[in-house]
Nanobody, 115 residues
Framework: QVQLVESGGGLVLPGTSLRLSCEAS????????LGWYRQAPGKQREFVAT????????YFVKSVKGRFTISRDDAKNTLYLQMNDLKPEDTAVYYC????????WGQGTQVTVSS
């Protein structure tokens, strides 16, 4: 059974950083592309970033390019999202997901960016 557990969210000031983690189990972690999505209040869930199974290809939504990085540690079955220069519009619940269909989600972790 696939399990994804996100952590690392919190309330932060604009311009600061957070690192989210997603611990995975129930599948061969190193064989799958992984991704981060987010859902802001009143909005649909949106794609944020993906990383391929080799850790060599990355894609980011335009609004986070240059500020967010995605990485994976296959030895720890953990996916990361380093978020720098956070903005109020980054406020959302962040979810990790497993490829290829990205239709399995964890419970999410809340990120609130506010002064």
């Amino acid at each position: 059974q696939v399990q994804l557990v996100e952590s690392g969210g919190g309330l932060v000031l604009p311009g600061t950083s957070l690192r989210l983690s997603c611990e995975a189990s129930g599948f061969t972690f190193s064989s799958y592309a992984l991704g981060w999505y987010r859902q802001a209040p009143g909005k649909q869930r949106e794609f944020v970033a993906t990383i391929d199974q080799h850790g060599l290809s990355y894609y980011f939504v335009k609004s986070v390019k240059g500020r967010f990085t995605i990485s994976r540690d296959d030895a720890k079955n953990t996916l990361y999202l380093q978020m720098n220069d956070l903005k109020p519009e980054d406020t959302a619940v962040y979810y990790c997901s497993k490829g290829p269909n990205f239709d399995t989600w964890g419970q999410g972790t809340q990120v609130t960016v506010s002064s």
